[in-house]
Each structure stands twice: as structure tokens, then as C-alpha cells.
């Protein structure tokens, strides 16, 4: 391929470059494991809520592991926040200001930069430290301060509602950790404890990063491993124009709503634009709402993330994750608009449910682009609920799946996460050791999923009693607007919040007393084509499987 070709041009072979380009992103992945496991909250190491990266000293992404999309393309942007900082060797930034390279404030960044020994001395005979690389793990802690336990409050109108908001600020310095920002950041969040062994564990991410690296110098030399940097990038940039290439010019529009914000029940429109020009990708999304007073906005950075999603989906998945396969792609939005607001907006919302829209109206843009590799609707939301303790002893955190919207050749799936999450869910076990929790329903809604040619996937019904006084948050969409079927598929069911059996909005929080059950009922995908063109086995197979009840929707 050309991406091979230009890399063979640079000096790299392309056995050498195939080999490490697998190396660069294990690298990656054996971050991400070693966060999950040396995590103590289940939101890390059950739900695996949390995504790590390399990067080159220019601060382009070198490789990355397959975890949260939302972390992940807003990443460069915590890097370049900390490289304008003047960062040493031996350095460690901690950051979760949205407005300075972070998301939301529970995702807390990390980043470090990689300085290995140079394997021969400078022209001044001392030892070559010079950065080459940073290593970045984000992982999001179940509680960060702010007015409820959680941090996921329904109600914030500022950013300082939502808990403590960190600058670019170092955590460690020349290798010792500055007992004086960790105790800062500790004093500020329930459950301490937790907090300081997840902070732990994103070290030794860090540092896993830094000696695989290393190692990497060791086995192929130090200028054969920065070549391959570049060579890395080229080769998935130069794949990802020949994609684009293949996809028809012209502009193509959308727009979608959310279903308020938390302080109204209005519904707030995200219009998009995506111009398709020979090997470049244009999204403009002008005429979306301006900055909101609730807590959806969503800062460019996570906006970005979400088209970055899409493009790939689009086009081929498979082209290694890195800085090359952004290239091609521009994302604009007004400042002081829903994609793009202004300090101190709050935006906790905006990282979790308004991404997930930008991820639909996207889709749907480039639905006419390239029809057979958009899904009819999925479930569009994370339904996120938090359960904490009024007493700061405890918080829960969970986004549930849904349905997955059915394909052109293929069902949807069943009560999976979508779009801009990638998380497991909490294994009943965990919830019910680790939490004054009861899990009383966990199970797929029949009839859920739109009818269609092909089926949209089921929602998931989850149903937690709490044990003690708490504070229950929910941030949910697709409450009133379902998702929506395509080519002629029906809608997939709404999603319902319900607290002792009573309806309650898709945004709030409230305080709770034992024995309360909180239920989360959520959406189910959209059908794809005409519902009587659908197989008669097929349906057969549906009943027998109890994705569809007697007298359901096919009856």
C-alpha cells in the first residue's frame, strides 16, 4: 500500500515498520491493563472506564488502545496542555480542566514524559535525556468533590458545582511525588482512599509506558524507533485519504435534539454539516444551540472525539488508531455555542449524553455518503446513574447498555454500550460487595428493539436498591425521542427512569432513604428496512429467544 511505500521511503522496511507499529500500540494496550488491574474502584478495574495512549514528542498520537472513543481523540489536547507547561524527565502532569485539555472533571489525565538514556553520550559527554514520547492515561474516578456525591450532578450550572477542577499541575517532580498536590487533590474528594490507589495505579501505567519504550530502543535502536513514529502516522494518514477519496463529494446535513438540560425541559438542537471534498472532511456545526445554563456542553475537544468516531466507523476501522487517521478530518463549532462553550460553563453532562448525539447527527450526515455503513439509531444515551452516600462513604457509578440500532445486513445488538462508551457493566458480585446495594432486576426488555427488516437490539432493565441515606443522580436522553429506524424500520423503545415505582425525569438528583429502588430502563435500537420483509424464521427465532413477547409488536 502507499502508506507501506512512504514508509520504506523514510528507511523503515516494511516488515520492520508492521512489527513496530504492533509493538508501539502493545505498548498501549499493556498500559491499559496495567491501570485495570492495579485499580481499586470498580469503575476502573470492573468497568475498565478509562483509556491510555503514546505519544511523540510533538505531541501527536502514536498508538493507542482500544478503549473509551471519548477519551481518546480528546487526548492530543491534554498533551499539548502540559507541553506548554515546560515539562521535565521525571515529570508527571495530573489535569481534569475541560477547558485546558480535560473532558469532564471525574476523567483525571496523566501525563508523562518519556525520556530514556540515549544509548551513546551528547556532545558535552553527559547522558542525552531529551523527551521523545509521552505516555497519557485518563481514567474516570467515581467521585471528584462538587455538590453531590459522584460528581454527576443534574443540576450544575457551573463548573464549580461539579467538583474540583485541576490545571496542567505537576504531580511528580524529577521523580518524587509532591505529597503536597496529591494531599490538595485528596482533601477535596469523598472516599480519599480510593482516589490515592486509582492516582496510583495511573502511575504505574505511566511508568509501565516508559520501560516498555526502552525496551523498544534496546531492540531496534533509538532512530529507528522515532523514524517509525512518523512512519506510523504516514501510513494510517495516507490510508485514511484513499478512504475518504472513496467516499462521493458533496455536503450533507442533520440535525437532532437533547432532551434539555437539566435546569429546562426544552429540547436543545445540534445541526451539523459534513463537507466531503476529494481526501478531506469538513464538520461545521454551526446553527447548534448556543452554551447551555445545565450541564451539557460539550467542550470542543469531546465534540472532536465524537466525529473522529464516525469517520472511522465509516471508513475502515481497522487503519491503526494514531494521529495520521485524523488528519484529513477538520471539526468546527462557534465558541460560546453547546460544542464549544465558555468557561465557567458546566460540562459534565456534555462528556457522557451530548457526545453520544454529536456521535447520531453525524451518522445520520453521512448516512447518504456511505448508507451501508451507517446503523439505523442505537440507544444514544450512556444512562448514567450515580448512587453516593450521604455520608461520603461510598459512590457508584455505572453507564448502562442499550440497544444497538440494526444494520443493513444484520439485527442490532442486544444491551451493549454504544457510540462514545466502551465500558463493561458492573458484575452484580462487585456491586453487591463493594456497595450498600441490592441488584433486584438485570435483564434485556422484550419488545424493546424497532421492528425491521432487520431488528434493532433490546434495551436493559437494571434495578438497584439502596441500603443507606444516598444521593441518586441520573443524566439519561432518549426519554421522549426514540431512536430511529431507517429505510423504512421503526423506532426502538424510549427509556424510562423510575425511583419506588414512579416516573422521574431523564435529569436528576435526589436524596434517597434505605430501601429505595431505583430502576433504569433503557432504550432499544432502531429496525432497518421494511418490518414484513422480514424473515418468517427469523421471527420465530425472535419469540424463541424472548426478544419478542406474544402479542408483541410483530404479533
Given amino acids: 500500500m502507499s502508506g507501506r511505500t512512504d514508509a520504506t521511503d523514510d528507511g523503515i522496511d516494511p516488515v520492520t515498520l508492521e512489527v ?38 510533538d505531541g501527536r498520537m502514536i498508538a493507542q488502545a482500544e478503549h473509551i472513543p471519548v477519551h481518546l481523540g480528546a487526548m492530543p489536547q491534554a498533551v499539548d496542555a502540559v507541553r506548554e507547561r515546560d515539562p521535565e524527565p521525571g515529570d508527571v502532569f495530573v489535569l481534569n480542566d475541560p477547558f485546558a485539555g480535560g473532558t469532564h472533571l471525574p476523567d483525571v ?38 455538590m453531590a456525591p459522584g460528581s454527576m450532578p443534574a443540576g450544575a450550572r457551573e463548573i464549580y458545582q461539579e467538583g474540583l477542577r485541576i490545571p496542567p499541575t505537576r504531580l511528580v517532580a524529577d521523580g518524587e511525588i509532591r505529597e503536597d498536590v496529591r494531599s490538595l487533590v485528596l482533601a477535596n474528594v469523598r472516599n480519599p482512599r480510593e482516589r490515592r490507589a486509582d492516582l496510583r495505579a495511573q502511575l504505574a501505567a505511566n511508568d509501565r509506558a516508559a520501560d516498555r519504550l526502552a525496551d523498544l530502543f534496546d531492540e531496534h535502536g533509538r532512530e529507528t524507533v522515532l523514524e517509525g513514529f512518523d512512519a506510523v502516522i504516514d501510513y494510517s494518514a495516507e490510508r485514511m485519504r484513499e478512504q475518504v477519496r472513496a467516499l462521493p463529494d458533496g455536503t450533507y446535513e442533520a440535525s437532532d435534539v ?33 452554551q447551555l445554563e445545565g450541564n451539557l456542553n460539550a467542550p470542543l475537544a469531546v465534540a472532536t472525539s465524537a466525529v473522529y468516531f464516525v469517520v472511522r466507523c465509516v471508513t475502515d476501522p481497522e487503519i491503526p488508531p494514531n494521529e495520521g487517521c485524523y488528519e484529513p478530518v477538520s471539526v468546527r463549532a462557534p465558541e460560546g ?110 419488545d424493546s428493539g424497532g421492528r425491521g427488516r432487520q431488528r434493532g437490539g433490546l434495551g436493559l432493565e437494571r434495578a438497584l436498591t439502596v441500603e443507606t441515606e444516598a444521593t441518586v443522580s441520573l443524566l439519561t436522553e432518549r426519554r421522549r425521542h426514540a431512536p430511529g429506524g431507517v429505510a423504512g424500520g421503526e423506532d426502538g423503545a424510549r427509556g424510562e427512569n423510575l425511583i419506588d415505582g414512579e416516573s422521574v425525569p431523564a435529569k436528576t438528583t435526589v436524596d434517597v432513604e434505605p430501601g429505595t429502588t431505583v430502576t433504569v430502563r433503557t432504550p432499544g435500537g432502531g429496525g432497518h428496512g421494511d418490518p414484513d420483509e422480514r424473515d418468517a424464521d427469523a421471527l420465530v427465532a425472535d419469540r424463541a429467544d424472548g426478544k419478542l413477547t406474544e402479542g408483541g409488536a410483530d404479533e
Fill in 337 to 446: 455555542s453547546l460544542l464549544n462553550p465558555e468557561a465557567p460553563a458546566a460540562v459534565v453532562g456534555g462528556n457522557v449524553e451530548t457526545s453520544q448525539r454529536v456521535t447520531d447527527v453525524v451518522f445520520a450526515a453521512l448516512a447518504e455518503a456511505a448508507p451501508d455503513r451507517v446503523p439505523a439509531g442505537s440507544q444514544g444515551t450512556m444512562n448514567n446513574l450515580t448512587v453516593g452516600g450521604r455520608d461520603g462513604s461510598f459512590t457508584y457509578y455505572e453507564t448502562i447498555g442499550g440497544g444497538f440500532g440494526a444494520r443493513a445486513e444484520r439485527d442490532g445488538m442486544d444491551g451493549v454500550q454504544v457510540g462514545m462508551t466502551n465500558t463493561l457493566n458492573t458484575p452484580v458480585e462487585s456491586i453487591e460487595t463493594e456497595y450498600p446495594l441490592r441488584v433486584e432486576r438485570y435483564a434485556l426488555r422484550p
Fill in 20 to 57: 513496530l507499529r504492533n509493538q508501539l500500540e502493545g505498548v498501549a494496550e499493556e498500559m491499559g491493563q496495567t491501570l485495570i488491574r492495579g485499580a481499586y474502584s470498580p469503575n476502573i478495574k470492573e468497568r475498565r472506564d478509562c483509556s491510555t495512549a503514546l505519544f511523540d514528542a
Fill in 109 to 146: 489525565t496523566m501525563v508523562s514524559p518519556i525520556a530514556p538514556a540515549a544509548e551513546s553520550p551528547g556532545d558535552n559527554g553527559r547522558e542525552d535525556r531529551s523527551i521523545v514520547g509521552y505516555a497519557v492515561s485518563r481514567a474516570h474516578h467515581a467521585d471528584v468533590g462538587g
Fill in 258 to 290: 437533547l432532551e434539555g438540560d437539566g435546569i429546562t425541559d426544552e429540547d436543545v438542537e445540534i445541526s451539523v454539516a459534513v463537507t466531503v471534498d476529494g481526501e478531506a472532511i469538513a464538520v461545521d456545526f454551526a446553527g447548534t444551540a448556543a
